[in-house]
Each structure stands twice: as C-alpha cells, then as structure tokens.
C-alpha cells in the first residue's frame, strides 16, 4: 500500500521560504509510471496545482505559471521523498498543502496535508 | 488554461436520491477527466478516472460520464457518508486544473 507522509512547519513568516518534504512508503520517487506533486487549497484558490518532479531516464519538472517564478521541487533519491520550496512567501501563500502520486489513474494517492499559515 | 466549471455549487439531497452534477472543461480534453471526494479536513480521493472508470474500491453507486468537454458525475443512491465536496479535475493539459467543488449535504 502506497502512503505518502508529509511534514514541514505550519508557520512561516513573510519574505521567507516555505518547505515541506513528503516521504514515500510502497513506491519509489525515481518510479518510470508516476509523477510526484504538490498541490494547495485556499477557499480563495480553490484546489491549485504547483508543480510536480518525475522521472523517465532522467528527472523533469513542470511548474504552475503562477509560481514558476519562486518554487522548486526537488526529489531525494536517498530517502524516498521528495519536496516543495516557495520562496518569498506572503499570506497569499496562506493554505493546505498536499503532496499527490500521479499514476496512469490520477491523483490516486495524497498525503494528509499541512496547514502552512504565512504570519509575522 | 483550460478552465473546469461545475454546477451547482451546493446541493441537499435526501438519503437515497439520486444526485448528479455537471462539470464543463473551457475546451476539449477527450476524457481526461477525474472526480474527487473530499471530506472536512482530509485529502481528496480519486473516485472516477478517465471519466467513466471506477476506481477499485470505490462503491458502484459513483458513476461518471462524458467526453469532449461537458461530464456528468452520479451518485445513484445517497448515503450519509456521502457528503462531501465533489471536485472534477482535468488532465489533458498542464496545468491540471479542478474545478471550483460542489458540497453535498444530507437534507
């Protein structure tokens, strides 16, 4: 069974850096038939995709325009995880953040979710 | 962008009514098109895939339809562990956008 765990701190303070990591149990990050994401949830956003890592002989990744500018998302082959950075953060950037695996199905499998309050 | 819409934006159902719910994609995306689940302070669950695909485990009163660029999503008989927010998601382009939700309640 495929679970994703993710952990990283609920507050972060203005200007600063956000980042969270998902660890993965019942798969691989480096998986040739999945794609690792992060997405937000804001009742102003909605459900919002950031990005996402994969790897098809080499790694790629694909990134929300809105974003682009001030994310990264990186894998750890080492420790079966994979993980979110947002730099320069405002309280727009106040949400739930999701880790997915995105297989042939979909978004099959999420992580719990972490509540990121960005606050002074 | 492709922009996913759905409607309505909220409904009451009784326990055992038939409840369906309309998405529209901003243009085609074929059948690249998956329901979600998502329960007060959890993660969404994939229900539907490929629009009409039922994912294992998932009762067979979740059914979905459609193609192109309007879907229907089903549920044929309404349980109490039903509500939810029902979101579509399209995949056929990046990014893969959702649309706005629609909350199910127990009238």
């Known amino acids: 069974q495929v679970q994703l765990q993710q952990s990283g701190p609920g507050l972060v303070q203005p200007s600063q850096t956000l980042s969270l990591t998902c660890a993965i149990s019942g798969d691989s990050v480096s998986s040739t038939s999945a794609a690792w994401n992060w997405i937000r949830q804001s009742p102003s956003r909605g459900l919002e995709w950031l990005g996402r890592?994969?790897?098809?002989?080499?790694?790629?990744?694909d990134y929300a325009v809105s974003v682009k500018s001030r994310i990264t998302i990186s894998p750890d082959t080492s420790k079966n995880q994979f993980s979110l950075q947002v730099n320069s953060v405002t309280p727009d950037d106040t949400a739930v953040y999701f880790c997915?695996?995105?297989?042939?199905?979909?978004?099959?499998?999420w992580g719990q979710g972490t509540t990121v309050t960005v606050s002074s | 962008d492709i922009q996913m819409t759905q409607s309505p934006s909220s409904l009451s159902a009784s326990v055992g009514d038939r409840v369906t719910i309309t998405c529209q994609a901003s243009?085609?995306?074929?059948?690249?098109l998956n329901w979600y689940q998502q329960k007060p302070g959890k993660a969404p669950k994939l229900l539907i895939y490929?629009?009409?695909n039922l994912e294992t485990g998932v009762p067979s009163r979740f059914s979905g339809s459609g193609s192109g660029t309007d879907f229907t999503f089903t549920i044929s008989s309404l349980q109490p562990e039903d509500i939810a927010t029902y979101y579509c998601q399209q995949y056929d382009n990046l990014p893969p956008a959702f649309g706005p939700g629609t909350k199910v309640d127990i009238k």
């Open positions: 997915a695996r995105a297989s042939s199905l979909g978004m099959d499998v």
């Open positions: 890592t994969y790897y098809r002989s080499k790694w790629y990744h």
């Open positions: 243009q085609d995306i074929s059948n690249y």
């Open positions: 490929d629009a009409s």
